[in-house]
């Protein structure tokens, strides 16, 4: 039996088929607006869909948006120069990848035998009292 790719699957059922043409068609516009926008604004921001000549491109920020409104009419030339059908471009901010905006947990702080051996000599060396007692602890709880 022969493996089949991808493609003939998305293109089997009609609907898969529309939405893989679609996402086609998206990505050819994405690469043409990564040739034709500046390279900052190429990195910030997205085609989001077409629709009926209607561009939606999402931008990361609302600097980027700005800049692109005002490159928007040279972005329809040169988007209508290559062959698209294009009637507008619109531009909303919408972060690039939600999941991106969420910094991981930190993790601990592993601290090592010159730290664990100038925390010692600070405790030494410190009078009795409170600074000196919670150096302690921290040493005891930390111990490898």
């Not at 997205?46 to 600097?63: C, F, M, P, Q, T």
């Not at 059908?85 to 999941?99: G, H, N, S, W, Y």
Request: charged content about 20%.
């Amino acid at each position: 039996m022969q493996a089949r790719s991808l493609n003939d699957y998305l293109h089997t059922d009609a609907a898969m088929a529309q939405l893989a043409t679609h996402a086609e068609r998206l990505l050819r516009l994405q690469q043409l607006f990564e040739k034709t926008a500046p390279v900052a604004l190429a990195q910030t921001c997205r085609i989001a869909n077409i629709k009926l000549g209607v561009i939606v491109i999402h931008a990361e920020n609302g600097a980027s948006a700005a800049k692109l409104r005002q490159i928007a009419p040279s972005l329809s030339g040169a988007f209508r120069s290559s062959g698209w059908e294009v009637t507008e471009i619109r531009i909303k901010v919408q972060p690039l990848d939600a999941a991106l905006q969420y910094a991981p947990a930190a993790q601990a702080a592993v601290l090592g035998e010159a730290g664990r051996a100038s925390i010692v000599r600070l405790a030494e060396n410190l009078p009795d009292g409170p600074l000196r007692e919670a150096l302690g602890r921290f040493m005891a709880r930390g111990k490898p």
